[in-house]
């Protein structure tokens, strides 16, 4: 089964069509689940998440009850705690729900501290095994994340570049296909190589690396600098 | 010396007295640099930035005229190169200008691979020396770096949280005179400590780590919630 998660970032940051997004995956047998403030922000929107997720201590008392009258699965965190809310709903999505593929919105944007902690959650190493499921997208990025192995990274949409961002310490990083090819790269801190871009008539670029973990960002340019 | 530098990040995330807080840093006789786009964006507010840096690639041949006419200091990178351009506008800053300190401005929001490398660009080996000198800010967040040592890290501005991010692997990362307070802990990848608050009454918390690098995230709600 696959999911969709709505966090509480931002409204400004989401992709401009989320509502038909999230409704179409909800018609399509998806599974939603809204963290915390995310939780309010789909019932506002008509839809019913099936699973909510948080210490909800940003809602006011009418608010969570909304929540609670409507979410059939609700997990109540504890504001001190060790693992975070968007931590918490990723153990439970893949290890209670045994999601096939979770995409998160709605978590980029305003606090940064909120945005670091939802990109890299996923480098846990009780959630890292199900890195290669997760995806993030917000109003001008797409976000996903790769442990070890080889891989066809496709194309998707209208992202004009990606970049390859090294999580953790890799071994052979390699890019192949690309307007940038990267010869097998080994290094050990968060390093990213950017403003890369898909080969003209290349559905794909190849992605390989012995070990560690990567995050492939696709991006946007949502100003075109002439009309400014 | 101190200076600012401006990004090519979009305006909808600089903090929104930037023109005031360039203007007032050049009257304090600091150096203003632009990179990029950011240098453009300096000349549009009727500051002259003293160094420049970039590929200057987006910029229409007008504009990039503008740029070299009034900056004194040019440095031309090349597309495809090793070194972003905000390394290279770094090493610049630390080796050739020996700057004291230096804040960085326009360097998150829109592309999130442009975001992520302003951000963690300090952990190149060759700049992380010169990371406590580092500052990032935008409209809702001010981000420190701190390398091995021990730290009274002081409140600041209208930022009612802070984080503690790990950049690298960490020993002995300890938090006190703060809300949460964190037990020496070691760890090995990108996590984040957040949430935090200051204690009434207390004008910094204390940070110390046996070795690695940190980020400190001082953020703030924009939006207050029962306003929404």
Redesign the interface.
């Known amino acids: 089964m696959d999911a969709c998660a709505l966090l509480g970032g931002?409204k400004e940051n989401w992709p401009a069509d989320l509502k038909e997004r999230l409704a179409a995956a909800k018609a399509a047998g998806q599974l939603l689940v809204g963290v915390d403030?995310g939780a309010l922000f789909m019932l506002e929107m008509g839809l019913a998440p099936d699973l909510a997720v948080g210490d909800f201590d940003?809602?006011?008392p009418h608010e969570l009850s909304w929540v609670e009258d409507v979410v059939p699965d609700i997990r109540y965190s504890v504001p001190?705690k060790d693992w975070?809310d968007s931590e918490l709903m990723l153990g439970i999505a893949f290890e209670d729900y045994q999601l096939d593929r979770l995409k998160l919105y709605g978590a980029?944007?305003?606090?940064?501290?909120?945005s670091?902690?939802n990109l890299?959650d996923i480098?846990?190493?009780n959630l890292r095994p199900y890195a290669n499921q997760v995806s993030l997208e917000?109003k001008?990025?797409l976000?996903i994340y790769r442990n070890a192995g080889s891989y066809a990274i496709p194309q998707e949409g209208d992202y004009a570049?990606?970049?390859v961002?090294c999580?953790?310490p890799v071994r052979q990083l390699t890019i192949k296909d690309a307007l940038?090819e990267l010869a097998p790269y080994d290094g050990d801190?968060?390093?990213?190589f950017?403003?890369n871009e898909f080969l003209p008539g290349k559905a794909d670029f190849k992605l390989s690396l012995a070990s560690g973990s990567v995050a492939v960002?696709y991006?946007?340019?949502?100003?075109r600098?002439?009309q400014v």
Request: charged share 20%.
């Open positions: 931002p403030r940003s809602l006011k001190k975070t980029t944007g305003g606090r940064m501290d909120h670091l902690i890299f480098l846990n190493p917000d001008q990025n976000i570049y990606f970049g961002t999580l953790t940038y801190y968060l390093r990213s950017t403003s960002v991006s946007k340019d949502l100003i600098f002439d």
